[in-house]
């Protein structure tokens, strides 16, 4: 059986509104995951005290209710396989979202260096219809939507001679 952490300590001295914050972040914890950026704009948008939000945030991290690089792994994977992108889309996805650099910096690489870019490339490029690699036009249009789904050139090059390998 898991153990739960019923521990209560403080909590007839604690100040009402770090209460209703802790509750209300508790509320968007259950819905789904976030970043402590993320966290402290939703907790702001609802006009909690600055004080108040750092002192909720500083208990959610410490009790693993926010675990950024957890976090981050989950949705490195979830955008590349499920979504088809490349590496530098997931990062600029990842800054937006609200990841500390330091996070996106520390995690990047060996989380990408599980995830086959190439074959997940290959993927989106056997999606496109009307796919001619003989013609340079289709070709460079093939290109240019595989970069802006995030690829590197060197992975759409391996993908073309896969494409063209197996073909």
């Known amino acids: 059986m898991k153990e739960i952490d019923i521990s209560i300590e403080g909590i007839y001295k ?9 509750e209300k972040a508790m509320v968007y914890l259950s819905y789904s995951d976030h970043t402590v950026r993320s966290m402290y704009e939703k ?3 609802n006009g909690f005290d600055k004080d108040d939000i750092d002192n909720v945030i500083s208990f959610l991290c410490d009790r693993g209710y926010i675990n950024e690089n957890d ?15 490349g590496r530098r889309r997931i990062e600029m996805m990842a ?7 330091k996070t996106i910096n520390d995690r990047s690489d060996e989380v990408f260096e599980n995830i086959d870019f190439v074959d997940i490339c290959l993927g989106q490029l056997k999606k496109i219809k009307s796919l001619d690699l003989s013609d340079r036009k289709s070709k460079d249009k093939a290109i240019a939507s595989l970069m802006r789904k ?5 992975d759409i090059r391996s993908a073309i001679a896969l494409y063209l390998e197996n073909e």
Do not use: W
């Not at 955008?79 to 992108?85: F, H, I, P, Q, R």
């Open 14 to 22: 604690e100040d009402d509104g770090v209460r209703r914050a802790r």
């Open 43 to 45: 907790l702001s948008e």
């Open 71 to 85: 976090y981050f792994e989950r949705f490195c994977i979830h955008n590349a396989e499920k979504k088809g992108y």
């Open 95 to 101: 800054h937006a979202k609200g990841f500390s650099k």
């Open 150 to 154: 995030g690829f590197s050139l060197s």
